[in-house]
């Protein structure tokens, strides 16, 4: 039985700590309407942007590859429209009416006290910038817009607009609207094409992005999370990996509640409405990744126009903003499997932090009170353990009077549990129990932005970032002293000795080993994950020292 402990317990902690990342971090995989894997779509050459023609009739949705960045000349240098509001700095160009810049004021780029605003618009002129538009060839690549305003600034309740216009060739023209708000990182989106070319036009409306990632510094504990294009369809969250698209477009299409771009803390999407969004696809690399979101082919009659509307979401993946936003945006944070877990975990969280206004304490009461649910569990696992113990005599003298008989042997031994109300299983079964809850716990902990350079206490200043307190020299590999995992460890060490074993020395030193893995596989992980690993070995010591100094009479030795 301890020999099957031992196991379990090893592969446990290899599930949780190594493979958990791999395994379970962007286990969805996209998915096209009819349930298969779109694969990347042959273009033909010399196409781009979208098609126009006055004769041919087109598919609902023509999939494209996504053109070139090229150089523009202008006969005037475009202007740079600032706007402001509480949560946000963003520049617009009347290049394209492209996003050249947007700053989240409420989150930083680093740790550091002089660090500016998290920047999520980090590509340049060569790369492009986002929220281009194009329809049909008539409006392929950028176009100059002339804007109505210098400057948007927006205070408490207030809302304002910039509306860009331009002449696109061939008759067509263009005019943008956008609609910023103070209170919300939401933008409404609209843009109008105006046929005047005396003659029928066809084309498809798209949206352009091109980003790269938000966070250049990751730790190594994070390595693993996606960052990249994501698309909500058909009420599934798909995140594409870079090698789906490297090569080829990679497309998928069906109906499409937002698309853009994401990381772990921060989301740049597109939400179309009223049917604009038919396709989504992919290029580029794991450094800059192009996308564009296409809708369906439109004709217009000369004199006639259309308008496609979009809402734009730049800011962060914080649970109750999305939620409060709608459009399904709630749904790119992915606490896969165990939702339904998590999101209560977390709403915890944040109602403690609410009372104490730090989220280290919040994540010792969150510890406390799952601790706490399972304690009756626990106790009598960690009792059935004791009771393992005291009976070891009673089946070392049954193995060796039944050595030459096993089925006999382990008919006695069954006995022997049944007699004293012993469970085999007992000590196995909490473990089981509680793994989702962790699984959980672990999600939260290290998906959350609620933890993003949220301090805690003395040296530990980011709840999402490794342990390490500075000694004045840097420590090979380590930097500084990684002090809460090393207390994680020695309680989890402290933990072994006192919980009861049955196994023999060499069992014995393998369990006892295991402290050190677990200390060595923490030493990247984010401290609030260790915090919660270290206050859960604390009450999972202060329960065995209250078990072991139960007085109950001891299994008779006859």
């Known amino acids: 039985m301890d020999t099957y402990r031992a196991f379990l317990a090893i592969i446990i902690s290899f599930i949780i700590l190594v493979g958990y990342q791999y395994f379970f971090v962007g286990f969805d995989q996209p998915v096209a309407v009819d349930g298969q894997t779109v694969q ?19 598919p609902a949705v023509v999939p494209q590859s996504i053109a070139p960045v090229q150089v523009v000349t202008y006969d005037r240098t475009p202007k740079e429209i600032l706007v402001e509001t509480d949560l946000y700095t963003a520049t617009l160009s009347e290049d394209g009416g492209t996003v050249t810049s947007f700053v989240l004021k409420n989150y930083k780029e680093t740790h550091d006290a002089d660090s500016l605003g998290m920047q999520l618009v980090k590509t340049d002129a060569s790369q492009g910038f986002p929220l281009e538009f194009s329809w049909g060839s008539a409006v392929a690549g950028r176009i100059l ?71 250049t510094s990751i730790s190594p504990a994070k390595r693993f999370l996606f960052t990249g294009p994501a698309i909500y369809l058909d009420e599934s969250l798909n995140e594409v990996k870079a090698d789906e698209f490297e090569d080829a477009p990679y497309v998928l299409q069906g109906s499409i509640a937002w698309a853009g771009y994401e990381s772990n803390y921060f989301l ?41 509307k979009y809402h734009v979401f730049y800011g962060p993946k914080k649970l109750k903003t999305l939620k409060s936003i709608g459009f399904s945006l709630d749904r790119s944070i992915n606490f896969g499997w165990f939702d339904v877990i998590a999101k209560p975990a977390l709403w915890l969280l944040n109602t403690f932090y609410g009372i104490f206004h730090n989220y280290g304490i919040a994540i010792i009461l969150v510890t406390v009170l799952f601790k706490a649910c399972f304690w009756p569990i626990s106790q009598r696992g960690m009792k059935s353990m004791k009771n393992m113990q005291k009976l070891q005599p009673k089946m070392a003298k049954l193995k060796e009077k039944y050595k030459g008989d096993p089925a006999k042997m382990n008919q006695e031994v069954m006995s022997l549990y049944k007699t004293y109300k012993v469970n085999p299983l007992g000590g196995c079964l909490p473990m089981v129990l509680q793994i989702p809850v962790f699984f959980a716990l672990y999600k939260v902990l290290l998906l959350s932005i609620e933890l993003r350079h949220a301090p805690f206490l003395l040296w530990i200043t980011d709840l999402s970032a490794p342990d390490r307190l500075y000694i004045g020299f840097d420590l090979p590999y380590l930097g500084g002293l990684p002090v809460l995992t090393l207390l994680m460890g020695a309680s989890m060490f402290f933990q072994q000795k006192l919980t009861p074993t049955t196994a023999d020395p060499t069992q014995a030193k393998i ?8 200390t060595f596989m923490f030493l990247n992980f984010a401290s609030g994950l260790v915090l919660y690993w270290f206050i859960n070995n604390l009450l999972s010591i202060l329960q065995q020292v ?11 030795a006859g």
């Open 40 to 58: 990347s779509i042959p273009q033909p050459s010399g196409q781009s942007g979208g098609i126009a023609t006055t004769s041919v009739p087109l």
């Open 145 to 215: 817009y002339n804007s109505d305003v210098q400057s948007v600034y927006l205070s408490e309740g207030q809302e304002g607009q910039l509306v860009l216009t331009a002449e696109a060739g061939n008759g067509l023209t263009v005019v943008r609207t956008y609609t910023f708000y103070n209170d919300t990182y939401l933008i409404n989106m609209s843009v109008k094409v105006i046929n005047g070319s005396g003659a029928i036009l066809q084309g498809i409306p798209q949206i352009h992005q091109v980003n790269t990632k938000f966070e």
């Open 268 to 308: 740049c999407a597109v939400v179309p409405t009223e049917g604009n969004g038919k396709s989504f696809t992919m290029q580029g690399t794991e450094d800059v990744a192009r996308s564009q979101l296409a809708g369906s082919l439109d004709t217009l009659q000369a004199g006639m126009e259309k308008e496609y």
């Open 511 to 518: 369990m006892m080993f295991l402290p050190v893995v677990f």
């Open 546 to 556: 209250l078990i072991n100094r139960d007085k109950k009479k001891p299994v008779p």
